[in-house]
């Protein structure tokens, strides 16, 4: 059994090198700023190893048979995804948002296919040395975070185009026995608690773009990366310690101050037709994986509303009801997507499981078009007090009896379950994640116009018009549109063309 | 092999009884404004009789082992749900909108699952009965009607406290060999072309409210019922007869004058705390077909609009794509739900599989609440001649090379696809049917607001707060929420224990 | 005193040339589908003359000093625009919608502009031209249309780049006398019972499109000039001879073929610089009056649904009452617009007052926006019924008595009052004019997507981006955003720097 | 001239006694945490010391004659709310926000006309009193707060029937000379630097209420009076000191912990049929000044959001302009109502002029409903670095240089300007202030709910509906439907008739 303790992953992470900074300060990973973050990660390793949990959080790596943690794990069959997508809601529940580990999840999924296919077009044999690393991963239940964003510098403007080179990552030197990289990824979540970190391209790539066209793996602190952290982090809860106010993020602007990676951790070296390829497998699995934690959010904000309304003696109210079912409608929208991908997924020549890309993307989407609207449906409900509600040590003060008697709801509610619950909806829509949690909703996984990209480009417009054509008598054959699992197998084919 | 043809259908319809009433005329099944909605049926037919549609539109019946046309069928597992909604979706299609014959499908599923339940509760009798119509039925590759919706008088009040008992159907007279009826029900979809019509409550009943609680079936031209019908057609078409001006809806306003039903037809007779789980249950297959027959209505529309932006030289252009993206994405995100419906479907104690109900009400819900705005779409983008175009008569006149000149657009069009490009637009967006499927797209299967109190009666919403009150640290134990298959197997437990 | 009686303007127009053509035939003005439509332009002739309409339906004209009606007016200043927007909005209520006559006043005020702006620019002799027009369009109380769409061809390309050069109407020869011109014109509203037909640009222009910068008048029967018509009607009511159904809407695909236009006609030859100008300033104008007629159609909508909501015994049921409210509030959001655009307006060299463009576009933009929406409020209120009611001869026959009991609603109201009301519901939703209302919702007077680009155009975003330059401490002084009356003075002021 | 500057209104602050307690500490005024707010105040005083805002900062005080401070002025005509309106859009862009000091104007603007009415109807003497304070308050140009919002306890209880009697503020003593209230008021925004307390009630109120129907004016560091305040702050700028960090809120939880109110000072106390009048007044006025600060915000938003885009090298991206214009709309919809509602305005028995509350509301509402939806514009446009962009001191560290180096954007542009400008999306976007100022947005003068409650309340439904009734046959005369300026005059006029 390949599974770790949170206590060996964190061993693991004391020993790094520092290379984190916060405000100008070079810290190590024992730093409090960054607990709340690994709070989240250790949740991973802690419940894989509760038996009621098991069959959700592990699964059996099809490479040595082992049992290992999902999070490492590449998807073998529709039960793989199935699965992975309610353990992401379960533990989003559990962690009140974002459960962090995904990115790796979803990037060496992502790898694992395209490495194959790469190999099969053109000779390469990175498919091997995925493998050996990807042994390396589940053998140690290690966490990977995925840096993939570029600074991008002028947005209309290519790679190669910038005026700056570096604005993307590029390989500035080939060696024998490695590349040398430089350059800036942008949003690494996790990055600064990650065992690995696995860059990919940001976007399809041109010839021109050849060496912008990298893939690869290094650990955390690894020599040359250095990571401007910010942290994200919950206010400080004595008198109401709620797991709520331990969970955090951090995000990570990584820097690779020309880096050396070996060889045998490359998994691209400037196959510039395959940059897009991986960029649109990783955000695919990332999308099916929003499939699930995007109802957990809903899920928490829809609990959230519907308990401040039930203290508040108004949750019979017709428009409570109406607006939390909006919530609760979203969720379950979003997480129908995630099934239905999982239904129509296909498995491809790497073995790896590939959910439908469609179901994925028009998931995604509504629930980037609908994350800020959730927000401010709890902040309706719960009214003004979530924003001016007095400090946790005015409770603990002279006024404290006062602030009571004035907190006062529904009868029978006791005070200080109103108090917790107010802390909590503070949390949500006015603490210092309120803010990020709703970018990463609308930007996490791709914003909503680049589902809507992603879905034009790949929807079959053509034969989707055969309808009306029809139907005009136009043309006089009906063939009736069934839009087939448009998954990434044609891109391959459209690479493959060329 | 119980499949009968279309012009087996045909000349049972022509020996039916007159009573269909348009304009005060008595009718027959010949008259031609029936026509256009019979040739949606015909359709039914004709494609379960291909061998390339079989799998799809014919079933194997658990009744009697043999092959039925899959409207005649009880659905027995998962891949009957979903062949069900794909054939919904893939007919719809053909025939440019509803394809009408499912309402029978869904009221006798419903009363497969309710007759065995109140028989296992009460000690009744029904569900034999039912078989045995079912047989009939099936044999006879009949076509049913659902006559659900009573008139309602004034909508604050139950059917008892009505000032006029009859604007609820109710059960007038018991007699030894079966009883009498009166009321009437609307919107009664293809009632005039069906060979029977499947009357069953309409909401939740009190005791007060037991002779409205029936459930029954009769013949389209049973002695005592009139149909007051109003057909919505297309304009005739001599220049460009397509396909689609050969379909059209018929609805009916159904009067039971004191009709007799005899014992054997009778399902339901006074069980009043069954009156609203038979209502629902129908509500809940019929609901799941709409995850099949909305996706077809958007891919009708969104078929026409990225033609006619085609046509038009825009179809590159960004606000182009972004709103057909937005009705594709509705159909995709509808259908996704029916899909998930079926994955968490259950088998009840009649054996019939029953689709999940959250995912049924969300998917139709969200299908309602985009209706009208696809039709924005499509009228956006073909511009105001939809509604402007000159009457057909004018393009053979002596107006008419004046009139094609004038019509060009993108070079390379033929101008007579243009022009049927434009009346199947014209067609959608202002023809005589224009207007009825939008009510439908509302109402049919229960408009928004519907599903929305049905979502927010049914989902766990107890189980939900424990998330927060977890999260707030109200409650220490974490039980993930997972809503579990929120079936009718619930209510039916409910009734039980009353 | 030189208003006409509504007698004396169906004798002129039943001395007109046969020039109008319905499915292949020519008729005279005396056809009876024309009729209601010519009913619609009656009402601004009676209420003209009735005394407590006169403030608000007549003007006194700045020429020559007489009472006018208020659609041959040139707004003089701001109470003149904030009547003429009341008095859109008051006779949209008494029929229903459109009031068809407001085209003409849009373009002759646009007119009364540019021929000034153009003879102070390029010294031409415009403006004493069109005042001699129109001294003869008020002393005889004329009813204009505007014709301004081309047909347009491929909308990727500009007038001059069509394969076929007449896609755009324009001067295909000059004579000493005046012009020919060739071309169509599509969406002329009420131009088969107007006197006039003005015809104005499309849009702006380039130097190559010289021949196709042309403004002009002719009469309605003027050689060469062919109307192509398709009227939109109300169903013929016996039984229910409601106001509502004596009004309709008669649109023309308006050819011009190779017509003469004698030069005191000609206000624009070839003053390209101008068209772009002129093209805006209808629609401006045209958008002010849709701060007027929108509000009415809403005011029919809401009216509709609280009607219908009362006799269903609904009225008081909070969705109900949210529902209604977003009309009642889309009404008086779009009508605000238009007084803070009479307030914010500006007096141009010509006299007449020239509303604030970004109120009128912002306001037009709303109405587009929420048009579907209402309609689709209106069915969901009124249910299934509004689609599927039996026909007005089913009422008069042997089932008329079991359908009024059907019928009844809420206890006291008529059974006759609620048919009327579900009879004008009917008409609303799913009549035939109720498709073309959406359209015209969406396209007259400008799409959204238009507005949205009138209003990106137009608006100083420049001067904008110094507020986040002050905040942000990019520009230290700080200059209020005041954005002034962004009024086509400036695009005049644009022209004339060329 | 009553003008005082801001030094003065600073030493009347620290004069005052301590009453201010943050995480259980009591504090004097000269606290840091409360500067950001006194900064905002600031402005009002400072510019309305230049000459070139004197026109629109200042007044002549109707009782004086005296020029005022325009939040101390009492609007006695168009122009002054036109000006008030206006005054508040352009303060709100120069402090990126609220200007706080409204509260004040409103509530002593509702108390003018309320007073008033009381008088005329229950021969009180409330009016002169009022008009003493006013003086007292215009000649020391003193900063009001208003305390509106009592705790509410159960939201679906009345005052008079929570468990609690004080959950809502109420009198619990009648001496000579004057009263003793006991009770505490949420959400008071400004309160801690504000010199007076304006204490008015919340809601509607029977005779069971009347101790709740109370209504005065007390300093803020009256005895019994505590503070328990919530700032929301900027975060500390050292490297980028722009005026956007120098703004903060401040919410205190006011509680009256049995305050003494002398006699001249109460303004209501037991006329509880005014209660609601005064109430709904307050809530009227500063709907009005909402038409004029969220505009302000508006203009921040959508100013952030192109400087960002035009950074970015994307401001001419067809979605850009679409969102952009998005919030530009809101703006001037929103602005417009305020307008109209000016224009619409009726002057009250006591002089002051009352904005029409139909346009208020809506536009009120229209903020409300978009507020989150502009938010989430601009993350989508400022992309996710808005939530990771490291911190101020790692740019003054040993990664500064990188880090610009990866900043960079458009060509031309300087980094330290995109640094800037990212600073003020970080601080709009995820900063402290970011979710408050969102709740505000929902809450602030009153939720969505409350609008669409006075909307419907007030709304003459019956004349509505006279349209339909009309167009339907029902009522044969037309009324054309002028709503008629539906002021709060028509709820005196109710009263009265009690």
Redesign the interface.
């Known amino acids: 059994m390949a599974l770790k303790t949170a206590e060996q992953y964190m061993e693991r992470l004391f020993k790094m090198r520092k290379n984190i900074?916060?405000?100008?300060?070079e810290l190590d990973r024992l730093d409090p700023r960054l607990q709340a973050g690994i709070n989240i990660i250790k949740e991973t390793f802690k419940l894989a190893a509760q038996p009621e949990w098991q069959e959700l959080c592990t699964a059996t790596s099809h490479l040595t048979g082992e049992t290992v943690n999902r999070f490492c794990h590449i998807h073998q069959n529709k039960e793989d995804l199935l699965k992975k997508q309610?353990m992401t809601?379960?533990l989003g529940?559990?962690v009140?948002g974002c459960i962090q580990r995904c990115m790796g999840t979803d990037s060496m999924n992502a790898l694992s296919v395209v490495t194959k296919e790469m190999d099969d077009v053109m000779g390469t044999e990175y498919h091997q040395r995925f493998l050996n690393f990807l042994k390396y991963f589940q053998e140690n239940d290690l966490v990977g975070c995925c840096a993939q964003?570029d600074?991008k510098?002028?947005?209309?403007?290519r790679p190669n185009e910038q005026?700056?080179p570096?604005?993307y990552l590029r390989i500035v030197e080939e060696r024998e026995d490695g590349i040398v990289v430089r350059?800036?990824k942008?949003?690494n979540t996790a990055a600064p608690y990650a065992d690995e970190i696995i860059v990919i391209p940001t976007r399809f790539m041109t010839d021109k773009d050849a060496p912008y066209a990298v893939a690869f793996a290094v650990p955390g602190d690894h020599p040359g990366v250095?990571m401007?952290?910010?942290p994200?982090l919950p206010r400080t809860r004595e008198a109401?310690?709620?797991?709520?106010f331990q969970y955090g993020d951090v995000?990570?602007?990584t820097?690779f101050?020309d880096v050396f990676v070996p060889k045998e951790r490359v998994f691209m070296k400037g196959e510039f037709m395959f940059a897009g390829f991986l960029a649109l497998m990783f955000a695919h699995f990332h999308r099916h994986s929003y499939t699930g934690c995007k109802p957990a959010v809903s899920?928490?904000l829809?609990?959230?509303a519907?308990?401040v309304a039930?203290y508040?003696?108004?949750e019979k109210a017709?428009?409570v009801?109406?607006k939390?079912?909006h919530i609760?409608?979203t969720a379950?929208?979003v997480?129908?997507?995630g099934?239905?991908?999982a239904?129509?997924s296909e498995k491809f020549a790497s073995g790896t499981q590939v959910p439908d890309e469609?179901?994925t993307n028009?998931?995604r989407?509504?629930a980037g078009h609908n994350?800020?609207?959730e927000?401010?449906i709890l902040?309706?409900l719960a009214?003004?007090?979530?924003?001016?509600?007095?400090?946790?040590?005015?409770f603990?003060?002279?006024?404290g009896e006062?602030?009571r008697?004035?907190?006062?709801?529904?009868?029978g509610v006791p005070v200080e379950?109103i108090i917790?619950?107010y802390?909590?909806v503070e949390h949500l829509?006015?603490?210092?994640l309120?803010?990020?949690m709703?970018?990463?909703g609308?930007?996490?996984g791709g914003?909503?116009?680049m589902e809507?990209i992603a879905?034009?480009q790949r929807?079959p417009?053509k034969k989707?018009?055969?309808?009306?054509?029809?139907?005009?008598?136009?043309d006089t054959d009906?063939t009736?549109?069934?839009r087939g699992t448009v998954t990434p197998k044609q891109i391959m084919d459209r690479f493959k063309r060329k």
Not at 21 to 25: A, K, S, V
Not at 153 to 157: I, L, P, V
Not at 240 to 244: A, F, K, L, V
């Open positions: 900074y916060i405000n100008g300060q309610k809601r379960m529940q559990r009140g964003t600074v510098g002028d947005r209309s403007k005026p700056d570096d604005l350059g800036a942008a949003h250095k401007v952290v910010r994200a109401t310690p709620s797991p709520i995000e990570s602007f820097i101050d899920d928490v829809a609990s959230a519907a308990l039930e508040s003696g108004l017709h428009y009801r109406e939390i079912s609760i409608g379950e929208l997480y129908a997507t099934i239905a991908s239904e129509a469609i179901y028009v998931g989407r509504h994350i800020y609207h927000y401010e902040a309706d009214g003004g007090l979530c924003a001016t509600m007095p400090f946790e040590d005015d603990d003060s002279e006024n006062l602030l008697k004035y907190m006062q709801r529904a009868a379950d917790r619950c802390r909590l829509t006015v603490g210092d309120s803010g990020v709703q970018v990463a609308i930007h996490g914003s909503p116009q809507t879905l034009m929807y417009l989707l018009k055969g309808v009306a054509k029809y139907l005009a008598g136009i009906f009736c549109f069934e």
